[in-house]
């Protein structure tokens, strides 16, 4: 058996290298920004979905936090419409929602303000008595970055936090992105780890959530076939695509902040980039999974001048258009985003990894908002052939499709003969679609997490030095996009895939982006 670091570390009762399926302890759920779009479109129906799934404990309840204001009734209210949008399971159970729903309170303050978390205490005390939650809390920060710092110093003074090992346990999840570059997230999470102890700590990545995205690790470390071609010897690139058709929605506040490096890359396309770039680790548990991520965020060339960033990364805005046959506002039309922002809601890049394994293959990454549709997937190209038998210009590169989504699903594409008395090579599809093989919906990524949250189960999120390493990366490119120096985003019309220097970003390598 070979040595582990962790054999000599004392064993952690509330992080479990194994996935614990039991049902949770009673607990009270506080979501900060309640009022706001995670919320509305992934929290809540996220959260009815586990209580359709009997996997909530029967003791639990949800304070929803925000400035708006609201009575329960009206909260309530408005959060059955939301599920009844965004649910993944339709129509709603009114009987399971009359119970749900008896859970639900809602408190109107700002964050600023003392008197909230006053007030928030009072709530959970009624809570505790009305739900038996029994003093148990998970706190969800789904609200801007600029909010952590006051919410957790905040929870602390009002005595909102347990120590790790009281009975009644304090968890926090914290959304990302966390920080806003590499010092904010360093200060950020020195600040988390003063008011909290790292396992009371859950950052999130929805990516890691998705069942594409844990398959991931499944299809590399569970066949035989693909690892031994895995590599520089016989890939010729990767291309990852993270494309939504929705622009910004009410988001604008927000999006400002982050813009699409923080909002995509620096978290969920990242991910990607590790899941598909690293070695097999020792074991799979959390630690040995993310020892292995951070080993491909360091190997990645960071690009620290503006030169090389002007030659590895195009950065996009898009402007009015069509998408899915509507008209859509620009970027700066939308609410709360100002004239004139230089905010990117589109990037391409080339990453190098400098590792024996992918030395000389560039990975490709691009994501925007208001694209021409929802794709977001994973494709290695392979090296095309020293030679053809066949005639020139008919044999195309073997590719490999990871379909994060929609489709969820994987394709291969290799040449075939056409029937017929003549050798004519014609490109075909092996293809596997989660949908039809498994024949049972996936839960959404957010379910996912919550309940492993409500467990206690660290396994899918991130780590505090994996989210510092990804930061470095991210940081340096923001540095120089922000400033003034550096040339504003590219326009590209809502509806298209980003600016025509994206295209030529790898026509420059010879290569094209896949169409999708
Ligand atoms: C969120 C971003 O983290 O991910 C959003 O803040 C983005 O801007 C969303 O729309 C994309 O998630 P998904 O699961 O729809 O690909």
């Given at each position: 058996?070979p040595y582990?670091p962790?054999?000599?570390?004392?064993?952690?009762?509330l992080r479990?290298?194994?996935?614990a399926?039991?049902?949770?302890?009673?607990?009270?759920?506080?979501?900060?920004?309640?009022?706001?779009d995670l919320?509305?479109?992934?929290?809540?129906?996220?959260?009815?979905?586990?209580?359709?799934?009997?996997h909530?404990p029967?003791?639990?309840?949800?304070?929803g936090?925000?400035?708006?204001?609201?009575?329960?009734q009206?909260?309530?209210?408005?959060?059955?419409e939301?599920?009844?949008?965004f649910?993944?399971?339709?129509?709603?159970d009114?009987?399971?929602?009359q119970?749900?729903?008896?859970?639900?309170?809602?408190l109107?303050g700002?964050?600023d303000?003392?008197q909230t978390?006053?007030?928030?205490?009072?709530?959970?005390?009624?809570?505790?008595?009305?739900?038996?939650t029994?003093?148990?809390?998970?706190?969800?920060f789904?609200?801007?970055?600029?909010?952590?710092?006051?919410?957790?110093?905040?929870?602390?003074?009002?005595?909102?936090i347990n120590?790790?090992?009281?009975?009644?346990?304090?968890?926090?999840?914290?959304?990302?992105?966390?920080?806003?570059d590499?010092?904010t997230a360093?200060?950020?999470?020195?600040?988390?780890?003063?008011?909290c102890?790292?396992?009371?700590?859950?950052?999130i990545?929805?990516?890691?959530?998705?069942?594409t995205?844990?398959?991931?690790?499944?299809?590399?470390?569970g066949?035989?076939?693909?690892e031994?071609?895995?590599?520089?010897?016989y890939?010729?690139?990767?291309?990852?695509?993270?494309?939504?058709?929705?622009g910004?929605?009410a988001?604008?506040?927000?999006?400002?902040?982050a813009?699409?490096?923080?909002?995509?890359?620096?978290?969920?396309v990242?991910?990607?980039?590790?899941?598909?770039?690293?070695?097999?680790?020792?074991?799979f548990?959390?630690?040995a999974?993310?020892?292995?991520k951070?080993k491909?965020?360091?190997?990645?060339e960071?690009?620290?001048?503006?030169?090389?960033v002007?030659?590895?990364?195009?950065i996009?805005?898009?402007?009015?258009?069509?998408?899915?046959g509507?008209?859509?506002?620009?970027y700066?039309?939308?609410?709360?985003?100002s004239?004139?922002?230089?905010?990117?809601?589109?990037?391409a890049?080339?990453?190098n990894?400098?590792?024996?394994r992918w030395?000389?293959?560039?990975?490709y990454?691009?994501?925007?908002?208001?694209?021409?549709?929802?794709?977001?997937?994973?494709?290695?190209?392979?090296?095309?052939?020293?030679?053809?038998?066949?005639?020139?210009?008919?044999?195309?590169?073997?590719v490999?499709?990871?379909?994060?989504?929609?489709q969820?699903?994987?394709?291969?594409?290799?040449s075939?003969?056409?029937?017929?008395?003549?050798?004519?090579?014609?490109?075909?599809?092996m293809?596997f679609?989660?949908?039809s093989a498994?024949?049972s919906?996936?839960?959404?990524?957010?379910?996912?997490?919550?309940?492993?949250?409500?467990?206690?189960d660290?396994?899918l999120?991130?780590?505090?030095?994996e989210v510092?390493?990804?930061w470095?990366?991210v940081?340096?490119?923001?540095?120089?996009?922000?400033?003034?120096?550096?040339?504003p985003?590219?326009?590209?019309?809502?509806?298209?895939?980003?600016?025509?220097?994206a295209?030529?970003?790898?026509?420059?390598?010879?290569?094209s982006?896949?169409?999708?």
């Amino acid at each position: 058996m070979p040595y582990r670091p962790e054999d000599d570390e004392i064993p952690n009762p509330l992080r479990s290298g194994l996935r614990a399926e039991s049902t949770p302890e009673p607990c009270a759920v506080v979501v900060f920004g309640a009022s706001g779009d995670l919320a509305h479109r992934k929290l809540m129906p996220a959260l009815y979905n586990l209580a359709v799934g009997a996997h909530l404990p029967a003791a639990f309840g949800i304070v929803g936090v925000s400035k708006s204001e609201y009575s329960d009734q009206e909260f309530r209210a408005d959060m059955r419409e939301a599920v009844g949008k965004f649910s993944r399971t339709k129509p709603i159970d009114d009987e399971l929602w009359q119970d749900f729903a008896a859970g639900i309170r809602y408190l109107a303050g700002s964050f600023d303000d003392p008197q909230t978390f006053k007030k928030l205490k009072a709530k959970l005390e009624e809570l505790d008595k009305a739900r038996t939650t029994r003093g148990n809390r998970l706190y969800y920060f789904a609200t801007p970055p600029s909010t952590f710092p006051t919410l957790l110093k905040q929870l602390k003074d009002a005595g909102l936090i347990n120590p790790p090992l009281d009975p009644c346990f304090t968890r926090v999840v914290i959304e990302k992105p966390f920080g806003h570059d590499l010092s904010t997230a360093r200060a950020l999470n020195r600040l988390v780890l003063e008011t909290c102890d790292e396992r009371q700590v859950f950052r999130i990545d929805h990516y890691l959530g998705k069942e594409t995205v844990q398959n991931l690790l499944v299809f590399r470390f569970g066949n035989s076939i693909f690892e031994p071609i895995w590599n520089q010897k016989y890939v010729d690139h990767v291309q990852i695509t993270a494309g939504e058709e929705l622009g910004i929605e009410a988001r604008g506040k927000y999006y400002e902040e982050a813009g699409i490096l923080r909002d995509m890359i620096q978290n969920h396309v990242l991910q990607l980039v590790c899941l598909t770039a690293m070695e097999p680790p020792v074991a799979f548990d959390a630690d040995a999974v993310r020892d292995e991520k951070i080993k491909v965020l360091r190997a990645i060339e960071t690009l620290d001048t503006p030169e090389q960033v002007a030659r590895n990364v195009v950065i996009g805005q898009y402007t009015a258009g069509s998408v899915a046959g509507m008209d859509v506002p620009g970027y700066q039309q939308e609410k709360d985003v100002s004239p004139g922002s230089r905010t990117p809601t589109f990037v391409a890049l080339r990453l190098n990894i400098h590792s024996w394994r992918w030395d000389g293959v560039p990975f490709y990454i691009r994501s925007g908002k208001r694209m021409p549709k929802r794709a977001t997937e994973i494709a290695v190209h392979f090296r095309p052939l020293p030679h053809s038998l066949f005639g020139s210009g008919r044999s195309q590169p073997n590719v490999l499709v990871i379909r994060v989504q929609p489709q969820e699903g994987i394709a291969l594409r290799f040449s075939a003969k056409v029937p017929g008395e003549r050798y004519r090579p014609r490109t075909v599809s092996m293809d596997f679609r989660y949908g039809s093989a498994f024949g049972s919906a996936s839960p959404e990524a957010y379910e996912r997490l919550l309940l492993d949250a409500l467990r206690g189960d660290q396994t899918l999120f991130t780590r505090k030095d994996e989210v510092a390493a990804a930061w470095k990366l991210v940081g340096n490119i923001l540095k120089v996009t922000e400033s003034n120096e550096f040339a504003p985003p590219y326009q590209y019309e809502a509806g298209t895939w980003g600016p025509q220097a994206a295209d030529q970003l790898l026509a420059q390598d010879g290569r094209s982006w896949r169409r999708l």
